[in-house]
Each structure stands twice: as structure tokens, then as C-alpha cells.
């Protein structure tokens, strides 16, 4: 971190900038920022400012500007929006936040949320925890903060910012087509305490109003169904094609083959018809909100 004017300004060095690192594994995300980075320089280099200045008028050091530069690290929203007032950019720089802020969610979780952009159909099925499209906010937190080894803030910040940007689904103008199954115990156990909990219940309700998803609950009373294996998840696109996997077949590995994709539908299917209606299912969380 470095000081100025006797220390009246500390600028951002990369020792504060922990988790924006460029994954070189991510040929797009690394196409990306070598790209914003190019166009910082040149329009830095076209106003005539040093990237020591650059970095005092945006207030990161001069190491940080150079690594943004050539695409080493990710720059942060406000550094954008600093860049594009401080150049003179009229919006231009500011514009490529959306982009980069892409970059940031782990390549697996953008793929999924890609194809989850382009289903009319989705089937889900979870045994152990809520599907993410169904979590609010606070509730994936708390979730997230279960992991071990225990995520950095900065990591639990991409991984929640990650799942609740997969939720624009549920504002496409074409609608898709979405059923979620879930166990019992998804549902009651008091994940993040008794409020967030309660926040969590009350959006499974607001959710299940929505005329293109359909909530289904599965008693725990019920266990002579295909679900024991695992989570359950089927894409179907406008073309016809379909994309799935399941925890504990094809290596949990996706699978579009359709004779792999009717082996899970044909699980769904008896799971589906297992659980209870989805009028059924509203009445049980409503039961559950008034529990908790």
C-alpha cells in the first residue's frame, strides 16, 4: 500500500486486492480483461498521463495500474467508473463493468448460468440443500459459510454474487418452464438461524406464485425413490437438445446424450409423482413458515 502527501491518501496496492486474480484457465475471462486493460492504457497514454499519476487521480498505486493494464488482475467496478471520469471516456469505460464483472464468477457457474439463460424447461431435484435458484440472498451466505476449508469474504462475495445473478431466469420476457422437487430437510433446517430462515420460506411462497414454477416438497417419510442418489438437474433448449447430470451417475459429470438424459428424466419422472402437489407443497411451507 503505498502514501501520499505525507500519508493524507493511501492508494490501493494489490496487498488490498485479494481474489481478483485473472484464472489463466479461463480463455474468455482472460480475453476480457487483456482487452479492458488495452483500452485503459491507450486511452490513459492518449490523455498524456503517467500511470503514476493515473493511479494517484483513481486512487490505486501505480503497480495495481500496470497489472490492470496487462491484463494481470481484474479491475474493480469503481476503478471503471474512476477511469472513465478521470479520462474523459463519457461512459465508454464504465460500460465494460458488466463484462468484467462476469469474469469474476467461477467459469463452471457461468457456463451453468448461460444455459440456464437459454432453457424453456427446467427439472430440478435437491436432496441435501435448496436448489440456488431458489435461495435468497442472506440465506446463500450463510449457506456458503459452511464450506471447508472456510471461503475468504472475497471468495463468499463471487460465490453469492455468482448464484444470484443465475436468478435474472426467473425475469426472462420468453418464461421458461421450471420444477423444482425438494426434500423435506432443505426446508427445515434452520440454515443462517430462525430469521433468515424465515425470510427463505417466505420467498419459496412468493416464488411458487410465479404460473411458470411449480415447488414440490418430498416427505422424508418417503425414501423408496430414485432421488437417494442425488441432486437431479435437466436443461431442455428450444432446439429440441438437452443437456443433465446427476450426483451419483455419468460420474456427476453433464450428459447429452439421449439415452444418458432419458435415464434421468425417467428418475424425475417417479420422483416427481412421489412427492406432494404443488398445492399440496404450498400448504406444507405455509405450515413450516408458521413453525418457525
Not at 488495452?38 to 497514454?45: A, H
Not at 465508454?92 to 463493468?97: P, Q, R
Not at 436443461?235 to 455419468?250: H, N, Y
Amino acid at each position: 500500500m503505498e502514501h501520499v502527501n505525507g500519508g493524507e491518501r493511501r492508494l490501493k496496492g494489490e496487498s488490498d486486492e485479494p481474489g481478483w486474480e485473472v484464472d489463466p484457465d479461463d480463455e474468455w475471462g482472460v480475453a476480457v480483461v487483456a482487452t479492458v486493460g488495452r483500452q485503459l492504457k491507450l486511452r490513459r497514454e492518449t490523455k498524456g498521463m503517467r500511470a503514476a499519476d493515473f493511479g494517484v487521480a483513481v486512487g490505486y498505486g501505480e503497480d495495481m495500474v500496470y497489472k490492470i493494464e496487462g491484463g494481470k488482475r481484474i479491475p474493480r467496478p469503481e476503478y471503471l467508473d474512476q477511469a472513465d471520469e478521470v479520462l474523459g471516456a463519457g461512459g465508454l469505460i464504465s460500460a465494460m463493468k458488466e463484462d468484467v464483472a462476469k469474469v469474476r464468477y467461477p467459469k463452471k457457474v457461468r457456463d451453468l448460468a448461460e444455459m440456464e439463460a437459454k432453457a424453456v424447461e427446467a427439472l430440478s431435484y435437491a436432496n441435501h440443500n435448496l436448489h440456488g435458484l431458489l435461495q435468497t440472498e442472506e440465506f446463500a451466505w450463510a449457506l456458503l459459510k459452511t464450506r471447508r476449508p472456510s471461503l475468504s469474504e472475497d471468495e463468499l462475495e463471487r460465490a453469492v454474487g455468482a448464484r444470484m445473478a443465475r436468478k435474472g431466469i426467473f425475469e426472462r420476457s420468453s418464461a421458461p418452464e421450471l420444477s423444482f422437487v425438494q426434500e423435506e430437510v432443505t426446508l427445515s433446517r434452520p440454515v443462517g438461524g430462525k430469521m433468515v430462515m424465515r425470510k427463505q420460506l417466505e420467498h419459496l411462497l412468493e416464488l411458487a406464485q410465479l404460473r411458470n414454477v411449480e415447488i414440490q416438497v418430498m416427505p422424508m417419510d418417503r425414501w423408496d425413490h430414485p432421488g437417494t442418489g442425488g441432486r437431479i438437474q435437466v436443461l431442455k433448449f428450444d432446439d429440441g437438445t438437452a443437456v443433465g447430470r446427476m450426483d451419483d451417475e455419468f460420474g456427476g459429470r453433464p450428459v447429452s446424450d439421449p439415452r444418458q438424459l432419458r435415464i434421468l428424466e425417467l428418475r424425475y419422472g417417479i420422483i416427481r409423482a412421489e412427492a406432494l402437489t404443488a398445492r399440496e407443497s404450498l400448504s406444507f411451507i405455509e405450515q413450516l413458515l408458521g413453525e418457525t
